[in-house]
């Protein structure tokens, strides 16, 4: 996934997200290294749209590391991040992460 562009590793992370129970956990933990790998080192460079996709696909899986740095990628942009994209996050952070759902909350 490394050679793979952002965009294209959130897609994945989302479409296989609605079939996660049909993953081995095997298969699991290699998706969440591979993308780890390939997203958070570029993370800067994602557009609010991915940002977004990357937080709700690791909370659907339940990987702290991408969604804190999306998380945070996305507090730093508050200013210029389209409102719907950031209304599409603001709910499921409040309930994942309650000091970052507090930040976006205050930028609303």
Same mark, same amino acid.
Do not use: C, H, M
């Given at each position: #996934?490394?050679? /793979?562009?952002?965009?294209?590793?959130?897609?994945?992370?989302?479409?296989?997200?609605?079939?996660? +129970?049909?993953?081995?956990? +095997?298969?699991?933990?290699?998706?969440?290294?591979?993308?780890?790998?390939? #997203?958070?080192?570029?993370?800067?460079?994602?557009?609010?749209?991915?940002?977004?996709?990357?937080?709700?696909?690791?909370?659907?899986?339940? /990987?702290?590391?991408?969604?804190?740095?999306?998380?945070? +990628?996305?507090?730093?942009?508050?200013?210029?991040?389209?409102?719907?994209?950031?209304?599409? $996050?603001?709910?499921?952070?409040?309930?994942?992460?309650?000091?970052?759902?507090?930040?976006? $909350?205050?930028? /609303?």
């Amino acid at each position: #996934l490394s050679s /793979w562009p952002g965009g294209e590793v959130v897609k994945l992370l989302l479409a296989l997200a609605r079939r996660r +129970q049909l993953l081995s956990s +095997q298969a699991e933990e290699s998706l969440r290294l591979a993308a780890d790998s390939a #997203l958070i080192a570029s993370i800067s460079t994602l557009s609010p749209e991915d940002l977004a996709g990357s937080v709700l696909a690791a909370l659907a899986y339940g /990987w702290s590391s991408l969604r804190e740095a999306a998380s945070e +990628q996305i507090l730093q942009r508050l200013p210029n991040f389209p409102p719907k994209t950031l209304l599409s $996050v603001t709910a499921p952070l409040l309930q994942a992460s309650p000091e970052i759902g507090k930040k976006l $909350v205050t930028a /609303w």
